[in-house]
């Protein structure tokens, strides 16, 4: 085995140091340490760490001139096909037991120190010879806490995977093609994986469950803390996203510190209104609230385009109302949200219970439409709105989209569906029969405002202020909310995609 240099002279030290960094209020460990941190993680004095996206400016043209059919569906194999990832390397039929002596060890105690690419390279080297890429997925896994400050865990997934990675950023090169190909975890996987991401967070231990039927293979840390405030204490400080509970609104009247011009996600429940202005959802990230007389959750994921809303009342009988927070893990670029009353998790995007208590149960949370759309749009068209107090900005004015997340994903979310480019921004729905299908924003809103008409099975797309939205029969609530291209076909693979 050659190893590569080691490339910083320092590297990140784990221990208990993130959750320390979650009850001061200070940020975690460095990004920087990471040269594959694509995402980078800001804190203000004002207020708690978090971790910031920027989204590229994408084409929004819509299908290509010579598409002709208004609906497409994903051709099979096409989602998560190699493509530009090239081949990947072949699977071992059998794994080899002896490799848990050197598994043990890469990931035992001597994580917590510097010098562990040291000491530990024989075990390492042991790894790099089985030939069974499987255990690149450990390998990413440290990556992605030293990065490019040991050369020798670079060299080892390089010798498991055949690729020559990026010396930026290889945590992400290697994560991307790891999901890219479909490479199996190997055996006592998750084991493992709790036992390290447990080093850095001990809260997070409760999220792993064995026999689950999460992907933890897609699971990594985002650059924050867990955010387990109790609900209603969302004033105190954390090493977190800070979720906001019960926030402070004010009248249309009193919005004039937020610019007619800039998004807000509108929604409206039982008639009334309210604006979530967009640059204190990239900082809060997550608001229980209550709106028309119900309990309400509102996740957005800034790395995702995508804000959400969730009925978190009318539940079955002797279930509390969950208080979702974030959890500082990341599953292909998606935040990873909990319930901070049972630690159960929920699927971000569709709503659904994944592990705890609540996956018991098999809960499952129904949506309400979300409106993406201006502040001036949404105000003249909903008069009696009311809109989130300047203050629950924590003295920020964030514009992730058009910053850091304008050159794309900084986080691996691997091949991605081909009909339309990764951050297309889509409205989202699945219609009475279960299918889900994607409207491409522009596109949808330019055949709105020419008079035509946009609509799939049961569902119609309609014009709301500046943005769009759809609903079902006799103009019925079907939670549809936008969401950039990757982020819904990776989440809906069979999707639809209407085309103009």
């Known amino acids: ?86 081949d990947p390397p072949p699977i071992p039929a059998d794994y080899d037991p002896a490799l848990d002596d050197a598994l043990d060890r890469v990931f035992g105690d001597t994580v917590t120190t510097a010098g562990f690419a040291t000491t530990e390279r024989d075990a390492l080297q042991a790894i790099e010879d089985s030939g069974d890429p499987r255990l690149a997925w450990y390998v990413a896994d440290l990556l992605r806490f030293f990065g490019t400050s040991q050369g020798a865990l670079i060299t080892t997934a390089e010798g498991l995977t055949g690729l020559d990675l990026s010396d930026v950023s290889p945590w992400g090169d290697l994560t991307d093609h790891l999901i890219a190909w479909d490479v199996p975890a190997p055996p006592g996987y998750v084991t493992h994986k709790r036992g390290l991401l447990s080093r850095v967070e001990p809260a997070w231990s409760a999220f792993f469950e064995d026999g ?87 996740p957005y994921c800034t790395l995702c385009g995508s804000a959400q809303v969730y009925f978190t009342d009318q539940l079955p009988a ?108 889509v409205l989202g729905v699945t219609t009475g029969d279960g299918r889900p299908v994607a409207f491409p924003v522009d596109a949808a809103r330019r055949t709105l405002i020419d008079g035509g008409t946009v609509e799939f099975a049961d569902i119609t797309v309609e014009l709301v202020g500046s943005g769009i939205r759809a609903v079902g029969a006799e103009g019925a609530d079907v939670g549809s909310h936008q969401a950039f291209w990757f982020a819904w076909s990776q989440f809906h693979p069979d999707t639809e995609l209407w085309r103009p």
């Open 1 to 86: 085995m050659r190893f590569r240099p080691i490339l910083r002279s320092t590297a990140v030290v784990l221990g208990l140091t993130l959750a320390a960094a979650a009850c001061s209020g200070a940020s975690g460990p460095d990004d920087s340490a990471d040269g594959a941190a694509r995402a980078t993680e800001t804190s203000d004095s004002s207020g708690p760490a978090t971790t910031e996206t920027t989204e590229p400016s994408v084409s929004t043209d819509g299908a290509p001139a010579e598409e002709e059919t208004p609906v497409t569906s994903p051709a099979a194999g096409e989602f998560n096909a190699p493509g530009s990832f090239g």
């Open 318 to 425: 002797g279930v509390e109302r969950p208080v979702l927070r974030t959890s500082g893990l990341l599953t292909r670029s998606n935040k990873v949200m909990f319930d901070v009353n049972t630690f159960s998790v929920f699927d971000t995007f569709l709503g659904t219970a994944v592990t705890g208590p609540l996956a018991e149960i098999g809960l499952q949370l129904e949506q309400a439409s979300v409106v993406t759309t201006t502040w001036g749009a949404w105000k003249a068209e909903h008069p009696d709105t009311t809109i989130l107090a300047e203050s629950v900005a924590l003295g920020r004015d964030s514009d992730l989209l058009n910053t850091r997340d304008a050159a794309g994903p900084i986080f691996p979310i691997g091949d991605v569906d081909p009909r339309l480019p990764v951050q297309e921004p």
């Open 212 to 298: 689950s039927a999460v992907d933890y293979r897609l699971w990594s840390w985002g650059g924050v803390g867990i955010d387990s405030r109790p609900f209603d204490q969302t004033d105190l400080p954390c090493g977190c996203i800070p979720a906001v509970d019960n926030p402070p609104v004010t009248d249309a009247a009193g919005g004039d510190w937020y610019d007619d011009d800039r998004i807000v996600f509108g929604v409206e429940i039982n008639g009334e209104a309210r604006a979530y202005p967009r640059n204190i959802m990239e900082i809060r990230e997550m608001v229980n609230d209550t709106l028309g007389g119900r309990d309400i959750a509102m």
